[in-house]
């Protein structure tokens, strides 16, 4: 059974920062390629950034691109999200997500099986 975990969500002033990790137990970390998702409240989730499982490629939506860091440490079995400059726009419920096949759209919810149960994360104006 794979679980992730998510933690470090909390509330933050406009231009302050935040990191996430999410601990991913129950199957080998290291294949696993992962993602961070957010909703905002009446919003849909959205895609936020996301490693793949070879720790060479990253991607992140334009909305957070130059602000937001994605990494993995997997003897630690954890990927992170390290959000600076963050905006009120940023507030969301941040989820983590992973999978372990090859060739999916990395960017795309319908392509992770596991998935974190959130983290809150609210930026005062």
């Known amino acids: 059974q794979v679980q992730l975990v998510e933690s470090g969500g909390g509330l933050v002033q406009a231009g302050g920062s935040l990191r996430l990790s999410c601990i991913v137990s129950?199957?080998?970390?290291?294949?696993?390629?992962m993602a961070w998702f957010r909703q905002a409240p009446g919003k849909d989730r959205e895609f936020v950034a996301a490693i793949d499982w070879k720790n060479v490629m990253t991607y992140y939506a334009d909305s957070v691109k130059g602000r937001f860091t994605i990494s993995r440490d997997n003897p630690k079995n954890t990927v992170y999200l390290q959000m600076n400059s963050l905006t009120p726009e940023d507030t969301a419920v941040y989820y983590c997500?992973?999978?372990?096949?090859?060739?999916?759209?990395?960017?795309?919810?319908?392509?992770?099986?596991?998935w974190g149960q959130g983290t809150q994360v609210t930026v005062s104006s």
């Open positions: 997500a992973g999978h372990y096949a090859t060739y999916r759209d990395l960017g795309s919810m319908g392509s992770y099986d596991y």
């Open positions: 129950g199957r080998t970390f290291s294949g696993a390629s």
